[in-house]
């Protein structure tokens, strides 16, 4: 094993062991909403991590492919998780826009396990290899890694979230300076 998967497993540990000690303080105080959306980010957050391990870990294209897939999905879903803890902790009020980022995320998350290769990543059906108009990479000749439309969309939502998380740390802390 290499020190990068050793890395991340003490990563993915730290996440589980936070997502569990806020699971416990969220249930003992009459569910707390800041300590539950923390707990679900960290135990999310350390399922991605796991999933990047097995992407280190991939002796071929199919494996790496794969690991991609659940890796993507982890992203999303610690993503949405992410927005209301911030929402929590900030005592913001706002309902709508966390609510549509986080059905985004889980839209994604959802479309990236649904599809046979996730939403990176598709069969490679060219035969001359550099003539394929959507690929940007080629993994190991037989994938192709895909960027289109859907990237734009994605990277609109995770500029949303962080202005999103920007701008309730702005008006929770403008007066502590």
Same mark, same amino acid.
């Given at each position: 094993?290499?020190?990068?998967?050793?890395?991340?497993?003490?990563?993915?540990? !730290?996440?589980? =062991?936070?997502?569990?000690?806020?699971?416990?303080? +969220?249930?003992?105080?009459?569910?707390? $909403?800041?300590? @539950? /959306?923390?707990?679900?980010?960290?135990?999310?957050?350390?399922?991605?991590?796991?999933?990047?391990?097995?992407?280190?870990?991939?002796?071929?294209?199919?494996?790496?492919?794969?690991?991609?897939?659940?890796?993507?999905?982890?992203?999303?879903?610690? !993503?949405?998780? =992410?927005?209301?803890?911030?929402?929590?902790?900030? +005592?913001?009020?706002?309902?709508?826009? $966390?609510?549509? @980022? /986080?059905?985004?995320?889980?839209?994604?998350?959802?479309?990236?396990?649904?599809?046979?290769?996730?939403?990176?990543?598709?069969?490679?059906?060219?035969?001359?290899?550099?003539?394929?108009?959507?690929?940007?990479?080629?993994?190991?000749?037989?994938?192709?890694?895909?960027?289109?439309?859907?990237?734009?969309?994605?990277?609109?939502?995770?500029?949303?979230?962080?202005?999103?998380?920007?701008?309730?740390?702005?008006?929770?802390?403008?007066?502590?300076?």
């Amino acid at each position: 094993m290499s020190v990068l998967a050793i890395t991340m497993l003490i990563l993915v540990g !730290a996440c589980w =062991l936070a997502g569990v000690t806020h699971l416990i303080a +969220g249930l003992r105080r009459s569910l707390s $909403p800041m300590h @539950l /959306s923390f707990a679900l980010f960290a135990l999310v957050a350390g399922a991605h991590s796991l999933a990047y391990i097995s992407l280190h870990l991939a002796t071929d294209a199919t494996q790496y492919v794969e690991a991609a897939r659940w890796g993507v999905t982890g992203a999303a879903l610690s !993503a949405a998780a =992410l927005i209301w803890f911030v929402r929590f902790y900030t +005592g913001a009020s706002s309902l709508a826009l $966390p609510l549509i @980022l /986080s059905i985004l995320y889980a839209g994604y998350g959802i479309a990236n396990l649904y599809l046979p290769y996730g939403m990176f990543f598709m069969r490679n059906r060219c035969t001359k290899q550099g003539h394929n108009p959507v690929a940007h990479d080629v993994v190991d000749r037989s994938f192709v890694a895909v960027h289109g439309r859907h990237h734009e969309l994605q990277h609109r939502v995770e500029e949303l979230s962080r202005l999103f998380g920007v701008a309730l740390s702005h008006k929770q802390f403008q007066g502590t300076f």
